[in-house]
């Protein structure tokens, strides 16, 4: 099945593919947003701005890089460009795993 652009036709796994990848932009925001109400009890010395920043944060840093992905987008190699920012955006997942490994570690000991 082939879909028409203003360029041109994709194929239904090409527009999928597109989909996937606008769709990690979106993850923090998503995965906040349910939990804001009961963050106020979670972290009784927060004001709500800092709550509130929690959903805008990752919006105002995907701007500058919406302005760079622009200019990435001319280079002639932009299969490499979505390999490396998916792999950045995988090791920084696994290293945000590693941390709360690390950061829980005095406190299991204790339990044991």
Same mark, same amino acid.
């Given at each position: 099945?082939?879909i028409n /652009?203003?360029?041109? /036709?994709?194929s239904?796994?090409?527009?999928?593919?597109?989909?996937?990848?606008? =769709?990690?932009?979106? *993850? !923090?925001?998503?995965?906040i947003?349910?939990m804001?109400g009961s =963050?106020d009890? +979670?972290f !009784?010395? /927060?004001?709500? =701005?800092e +709550?509130q #920043? @929690? /959903?805008?944060l !990752?919006? =105002?840093?995907? $701007? !500058?890089?919406?302005?760079?992905?622009?200019?990435?987008? *001319?280079?002639?190699?932009k $299969?490499?460009?979505?390999?490396? &920012?998916? &792999?950045?955006?995988?090791?920084?997942?696994? #290293?945000?795993?590693?941390? @709360?490994i690390?950061?829980?570690?005095?406190?299991r000991q204790e &339990?044991i």
């Amino acid at each position: 099945m082939k879909i028409n /652009t203003g360029k041109g /036709t994709i194929s239904l796994m090409t527009l999928i593919a597109i989909w996937s990848i606008s =769709l990690t932009v979106n *993850l !923090p925001g998503l995965a906040i947003t349910p939990m804001l109400g009961s =963050l106020d009890r +979670i972290f !009784p010395h /927060t004001s709500e =701005l800092e +709550i509130q #920043l @929690l /959903t805008v944060l !990752p919006n =105002l840093f995907i $701007i !500058p890089f919406v302005l760079l992905s622009g200019k990435l987008s *001319l280079s002639k190699s932009k $299969i490499s460009i979505v390999v490396v &920012a998916l &792999a950045i955006y995988l090791a920084s997942g696994i #290293l945000y795993f590693l941390s @709360l490994i690390h950061i829980s570690e005095p406190t299991r000991q204790e &339990a044991i």
